[in-house]
């Protein structure tokens, strides 16, 4: 019998057998019968030094719900002074987002706080990283098929969690559902693969931008697409305007700003269907809010941030809606609202805005900027808006004596 990795040869390590008057000893046959029947039922290899299993094992470790092993991996990866993201199949950040994915569509991923901890740590700074950094630009092709690959599994990841109003993955989807993030940018020659010759329209979420002949952004329109296609716009809207929903405006402004940011890739089927119900409804809901509510809302803002973002994303969100023309209106409408309540974070809210509505002071996307936003809101309409209202008396009507 020919040696080898796995295997024993009888030569080496089986004495050979007591032969007597040309029968085999029955004893010895006992004990060789033995051997081999242990090394059937244990595949026992030689221990050497150095040496790599390579045989398969009949019994597998249990698979783990989630991968503590791989966690540790990339988080040991990403805190390297000269950090990695390891984007290959069969990598980390692949495995770690088909165990996330698997759990979530199985509502246990909450029972599992490293679950959660990856989406907060390792999952969040792996995408900012590969969507925004600099060095976007020197990854060779096959990397950027790999983060696209990624990128798909990151999509159906936030497709189970969007009932759940996970901040940490909305923000990511805002990044990369943003036509101007790097990677967006650097991959925008590549051709859609779901927006072909020939396709019904209709049966589509996004297509490029006609105007874009030389920026075509074919994976943000497939990505954009598979979101639609795993029930992402249909979950949007019963989170939003489903019945018995509990809104909030941290929420909201979260759940908006991904399609704020892509909204002009949105074709005009999904509008009808999904966005101009979604639109009304959280416009609705901010004028419904009672000034305690509003107080409220205002009051578990501590940066200043969620009004400005969502009232951002109607905006870009109404562009495309005939008869919102009057967004701008409602914007100071909610300004005004919030510089009359009482606290100093509700008035720092409204301040914030009233810096950011005002035309020369705008500063964030500019590319959404257009000649219709400066005809809408001047700086005289915003100067008579303040005289009318008063404004400066309600802001520094407290400090007055």
Known sequence: EEGGLGHRNQDEDLPPPLIVEGEMDSNRTKEIQELEKRDDDEKVLPEEPGSVDTSPKEEKE??????????????????????????????????LLRAAIRLAKER?????EECQRFYKEGLSTSFVRILTDDAVNTWKP?????????SRLFVELCVAKIPDDNIYLLDVLAILFNPSCKWNVFNSPEPSATYVEGVDETKLFAKPKESAKHSIKGRLVDLINLFGENGGFKMLYDRVCGENQELNVPSLAYLLRPFGHCCDFLTDALYEECIIPVVNKVISFLDGLSDESLKKEAATDTRSETFSSIMK??????????????????????????LQISSFSGKMNALNEINKIIPTSITYHPHFRTAA????LTVERIGEWIKSNNVLTIVFRDNLH
């Not at 096959?142 to 990624?150: A, E, G, M």
Request: glycine content about 2%; proline content about 6%.
């Open 62 to 95: 249990p698979e783990e719900d989630f991968p503590l092993k791989k966690l540790k991996s990339l988080d040991e990866q990403l805190g390297r002074p000269k950090w990695v993201v390891p984007v290959r199949s069969k990598d980390e950040l692949e495995m």
């Open 108 to 112: 246990r991923d909450h029972e599992f």
């Open 142 to 150: 096959d990397i950027q098929l790999d983060i696209y690959n990624n």
């Open 313 to 338: 994303s109607l905006r870009h969100l109404c562009r495309r809606i005939p008869g919102r023309e009057d967004i701008e209106t409602f914007r100071l409408k909610m300004v005004l609202r919030l």
């Open 373 to 376: 936003d400066e005809e809408q």
